[in-house]
């Protein structure tokens, strides 16, 4: 992953499921929900321009449907540590957690520490053979 200094307008936050992501864009204001699948993901990605930052949580793999969507359509896209959102969400005194909930902190974080965040880069095809490999045996 690599730092990127450029300007973000804009910050989409997403919460990850195995079938829905919740998604909060911080320009409009909107929060709604959009299938976990290529397809669809593949046309979410294309409404986005790129000065929006999409920040998600690592999410056991759910994500990765995501962030390889943002990916090929060249939009910069963040996957945060879970641990450090909560903490983030919990420093603001909220402490109820809906996915709704989740996804606008997501954009508010990507929006307070953006010039911070490295940037996903999908790994190379080597690597993600060695990965699975590894995990395998």
Known sequence: MTQVANIM?????????????????SRTGRTWSVRNNAKEL?????????TCLVVCEATGGYELALLAAMVEAAIPAHRADAR??????????????????DAIAL??????????LSRWKAPDAERATLHVLVHAR
Do not use: E, M, P
């Open 9 to 25: 307008l804009a910050f989409i936050g997403c919460d990850v499921g195995k079938i829905w992501i919740v998604v909060h864009h």
């Open 42 to 50: 593949a046309a979410f990605a294309r409404q986005i321009d790129n």
């Open 84 to 101: 450090k959102v909560k903490a983030f969400i919990r420093s603001d005194g909220i402490l109820s957690k809906t996915d709704r909930i």
């Open 107 to 116: 954009a508010r974080y990507g929006a307070d520490r953006h010039a911070r």
